[in-house]
């Protein structure tokens, strides 16, 4: 018995040397080429078709590896033409589009007509699960590939048709005179014919037509993307190379920026926006993003609902200090906001400054006056309800609450109801469960005025969670969407919006901004209007 | 000894079936994960409808838990929502993770039962005194206060390693993370090494060790330092497991992609077969160090047998 157990705990000691030895040996060859940027990144949370991501770590990638027919530009946030050679409309329903000649995939495939109207049926097939499926409802047949329920009773989108190699034709439901616009959004992409034929292996590493490759993809971990010097278009990249590395805690990230292990980080974490400025001086970036941050109210609750109530919903947006809040709480990371889209937008897109106007301006008095008038707070007591699991909700929505205290003169007028996780919160919230304010942000899809209208306040929309509903705004937005002249539908977009001013469904808090921050290493850093660095234009030195 | 081992094992089986079962039940009662897949925006209704379909979301619990036993005995444990396989992401994630304990029980083990011995032997003087007063500093700092702290000092200060693990995770950049980890350890392994011996210092067969005249080294090993190790032993075997699972914070801190990195992705996701699988494995790895542990006493106490 001696003797043995000695073999065993010899033999044990052995297989632990062993096993350090040869784990030893995994390591090493793990080197970044000259002229690669390294830049944090996220694990993207669906695989990386064009049509199946919405969140904008797994669009960084799209952003790289694929053109689209439109191309929103980085600076002023315009939908240019990008593959479309023109996109012409007799009524603003039916849509010729022809595609430039000389592109292709970085296989080598051409890009056609048909690159285009394959992947947009593959997108909207209720039988391929795409979560941006929902982008093509406009076009017509939507129905048949896409019913609420059962199975779809065409493959195809009738709207879409192939007229030669570099034409097709698209008719819409309705009149939507800005569509060509949303055509920037990645879920419009072209794919190649292997996205079809070998779906595993593309998506193991995705093949497309934008100024990157991608060399490998460690899922979860790491993606290496090279310069494609066959690239076609205009916006070459400037630099050699990007390698993607997945960070689970942002304060990680900021720290191998600090030791010089990372180049570019377009996440910065709270905790040091206070020492961001001197840690980094001007290779930090704060600029505003599409993302705006509202609470609205639940409209389906009659108590909310009944006429003088907008009275109370003014008076509690005229409560909220929002330029301490983002003053303090978010070190000027966030806008105060004083209209219902965001500045990305510029003047010309729709965005205007101070439209919402004395409803969205600090008055404590003016805002305790007009809750009165308005019949008061329902049962004398108002919530604000969020997910706390991430960002620092708990932090703001105890903010505004005070705020709207002060205001009232009373210390449990408002009160916050926090929800454990983002999926209870979002399940509460579509399923009309909310009888007092809630959070709602909105990221843009595309820079559109209508992206911040539409699919938020119209009757029945796809994230109307308020269940605001109002004749007159959804008769605007109409006639904005069939307007040619896109200074008159940016005009009409307003004029909806100061419906919105009046009845407040929804009270606008700050416009959310971008932040990033690089080393000394790069230069030519920006953010577009989606808050995602231009990696084509950094420069390595 | 053939026969302890079989009934040891054959009584896991329950346990695994029981604690597999809690931690389904655990994660699925958090609600339905689908909604949050679509963000802000309202999930579109027939898309939604067929994810939950192709998760077999849509039947009731019970049936949901024997879909997914049955997978698991047919080694199919699901795939996570960005499409890969749970199997996929043990195979990445657990090597990772294992290489980082072997990290930190090589250090507890070296470190902790050398300081053990040396303050046990000494006990009274400045050496015992000086490790007792570090170790209970280093008990009670937590985790991520240590780990930020070395991170700052080595990584970026004095630039000595790299703050963050490389996604390849070999062992000399795990070097930093694994003392992080085993820290907290360390200073229970020393503690008890030193109560242990300390002891059985004064025990009839040492006395009688050192009365048949055997060299000194010969009695501190042989004697005193291998009777003494049955505590820490034990300890050491349960701490495989806590550090496997438990090293969450460790592993977010040095953005080390291991099983503590899938944890956190899964449940921040509410995504159930990786949760319900890594926790799965981490129970079958717990049950087995335990095992491991019993046998090795009658390595280290001869009095000590198995039938």
């Known amino acids: ?112 007509a048909r690159s285009f109207v394959d992947a947009w049926n593959y997108a909207a097939l209720i039988d391929n699960k795409q979560k941006n499926a929902s982008f093509f409802q406009d076009v017509e047949g939507y129905d048949r590939v896409h019913p609420a329920g059962g199975t779809a009773s065409a493959k195809t989108l009738s709207g879409l048709v192939v007229k030669d190699d ?20 990645a879920a419009y992409a072209p794919l190649p014919r292997a996205f079809f034929t070998d779906h595993a292996g593309w998506l193991k590493r995705p093949v497309g037509n934008g100024p990157y490759m991608i060399d490998s993809y460690t899922r979860g971990s790491q993606m290496k993307l090279s310069r494609w010097d066959g690239y076609p278009g205009e916006d070459k990249a400037k630099n050699s190379g990007v390698e993607l590395r997945v960070y689970t805690d942002n304060n990680t990230a900021y720290t191998d920026l600090q030791a010089g292990n990372l180049d570019l980080v377009d996440d910065i974490p709270s905790t040091q926006l206070k020492n961001v400025k001197n840690d980094l001086g001007d290779r930090y970036i704060n600029q505003p993003a599409g993302i705006i941050q509202t609470v609205v109210f639940p409209m389906y609750d009659p108590t909310w609902n009944k006429p003088g ?46 439209l919402c106007g004395d409803a969205c301006t600090y008055n404590p008095d003016e805002a305790k006056r007009l809750i009165q008038e308005g019949g008061g707070l329902p049962g004398g007591h108002v919530t604000i309800t969020s997910n706390v699991d991430t960002g620092s909700h708990r932090v703001w929505m105890d903010a505004v609450c005070n705020s709207i205290n002060n205001a009232l003169g009373q210390d449990r007028a408002c009160t916050v109801n926090p929800v454990g996780t983002f999926a209870d919160f979002r399940n509460q919230v579509s399923g009309l469960r909310m ?93 577009n209007p989606f808050s995602v660095p231009v990696y084509e234009r950094i420069q390595v030195k | ?78 795939t996570a929502f960005n499409g ?134 010969r009695v501190v090993t042989r004697h005193l330092l291998r009777n003494s190790l049955i505590p820490v032993a034990t300890f050491i075997g349960t701490d495989v497991g806590a550090l496997m699972g438990g090293a969450i914070v460790t592993e977010r801190i040095f953005n080390i992609h291991g099983v503590g990195y899938e944890l956190y992705q899964g449940i921040l996701r509410q995504n159930s077969p990786t949760v319900v699988g890594f926790v799965t494995i981490l129970v079958i790895v717990f049950l087995v160090a335990n095992l491991l542990v019993d046998l090795l006493y009658a390595v280290l106490d001869p009095r000590i047998r198995y039938a």
Not at chain 1, 174 to 184: E, H, I, R, Y
């Open chain 1, 1 to 112: 018995m001696r003797r043995g157990t000695r073999a065993v705990a010899g033999a044990a000691l052995w297989v632990l040397v062993a096993g350090l030895a040869a784990t030893g040996c995994s390591g090493g060859a793990d080197g970044t080429g000259a002229g690669v940027v390294r830049a944090s990144w996220g694990d993207p949370q669906n695989p990386l078709e064009p049509a199946n991501t919405n969140e904008v770590q797994g669009g960084k990638v799209l952003d790289m590896i694929f053109r689209g027919l439109k191309q929103y530009d980085p600076r002023t946030g315009a939908a240019e033409d990008m593959l479309a050679e023109k996109i012409d409309s007799p009524d603003q329903q039916n849509f010729t589009i022809t595609v430039k000649g000389g592109w292709t995939f970085s296989n080598g495939e051409k890009v056609t």
């Open chain 1, 435 to 527: 009888t007092g304010m809630f959070r709602s942000g909105w990221q843009m899809d595309y820079p559109l005025a209508q992206n911040f209208l539409q699919p938020l306040y119209y009757t029945d929309a796809s994230s109307n969670y308020g269940k605001f509903s109002n004749p007159q705004f959804d008769k605007l937005i109409d006639d904005a969407n069939a307007e040619s002249d896109t200074g008159k539908a940016v005009a009409t977009f307003q004029d909806a919006e100061k419906i919105l001013a009046d009845q407040m469904p929804a009270v606008p808090l700050w416009y959310q901004n971008g932040s990033a921050g690089y080393t000394a290493n790069l230069s030519g850093v920006e953010l």
């Open chain 2, 1 to 78: 000894m053939g026969r302890y081992v079989i009934r040891r094992l054959l009584q896991m089986i329950p346990v695994f079936i029981g604690s597999t079962f809690l931690i389904f039940f655990m994660v699925y009662a958090l609600g339905d994960p689908v909604a949050a897949l679509f963000g802000d925006k309202a999930p579109d209704p027939a898309t939604a409808a067929r994810i939950r379909q192709e998760l077999y979301l849509d039947q009731p619990l019970w049936k949901q838990y024997l879909h997914y036993m049955g997978q698991i005995l047919t080694g199919n444990f699901g």
């Open chain 1, 309 to 354: 109530m907008e009275k109370v919903r003014r008076g509690i947006s005229m409560a909220i200090n929002r330029a301490q809040i983002t003053d303090q709480i978010y070190q000027k990371t966030r806008t105060p906001a004083s209209d219902w889209t965001s500045p990305v937008l510029g003047d010309k897109g729709g965005y205007k400054e101070g």
């Open chain 1, 166 to 185: 570099r034409t097709f034709t698209v008719r819409l439901r309705t009149k939507f005179s800005t569509w060509p616009d949303t055509l920037g959004y």
């Open chain 2, 84 to 217: 890969q396989k749970v199997t996929e992401l043990m195979y990445d994630a657990f090597p990772v993770t294992l290489r980082l304990t072997l990290v930190a029980i090589v250090f507890e083990i070296v470190i902790g039962i050398t300081l053990g011995l040396l303050s046990g032997l000494r006990r009274g003087r400045s050496v015992d005194t000086s490790v007792l007063l570090v170790t209970l500093v280093v008990v009670s700092v937590p985790t991520f206060v240590s780990g930020y702290v070395l991170q700052y000092l080595f990584g970026v200060k004095w630039q000595v390693v790299s703050p963050s693990v490389s996604p390849a995770a070999p062992l000399d950049e795990l070097l930093l993370p694994g003392v992080v980890l085993g820290l907290v350890s360390l200073a229970y392994v020393t503690r008890l090494t030193r109560t242990s011996i300390v002891e059985n210092s004064r025990a009839d067969y040492l006395r009688t060790a050192v009365a048949k005249g055997l060299p000194r080294h």
